[in-house]
């Protein structure tokens, strides 16, 4: 016996109908959830990939610094040894004025 709703159902669709159409909208259903998964997983990817850089940045910057630390000291102590040199030398020649 034949209920109103598969008679209705198969009125108004042909059952292979019903299947294919079925079947299109699993592939479609399954296509969707496998895009966005595959999106979601770029997005971490691209987020580590921005965390990094940043971290590159950072560790640049504090290189940076450091070698400008290294590069002032080094000055400071060229112009430390030039003073040395100048306080040596008026030294001597004060010395050399006073016998």
Not at 7 to 30: C, D, E, Q, R
Request: proline share 1%; charged share 20%; aromatic share 4%.
């Amino acid at each position: 016996m034949t209920n109103a709703a598969s008679v209705a159902a198969g009125v108004i669709l042909p059952s292979w109908l019903a299947i294919v159409l079925f079947l299109l909208g699993a592939i479609v259903t399954v296509g969707v959830v496998i895009a966005w998964l595959r999106h979601h997983g770029l997005d971490r990817r691209v987020d580590a990939l921005e965390r990094n850089r940043r971290e590159d940045q950072e560790r640049s910057q504090r290189l940076e610094q450091m070698m400008q630390s290294v590069i002032s000291g080094q000055q400071s102590q060229n112009g430390d040894i030039k003073n040395v040199k100048e306080m040596l030398h008026t030294i001597v020649q004060g010395h050399m004025r006073n016998g």
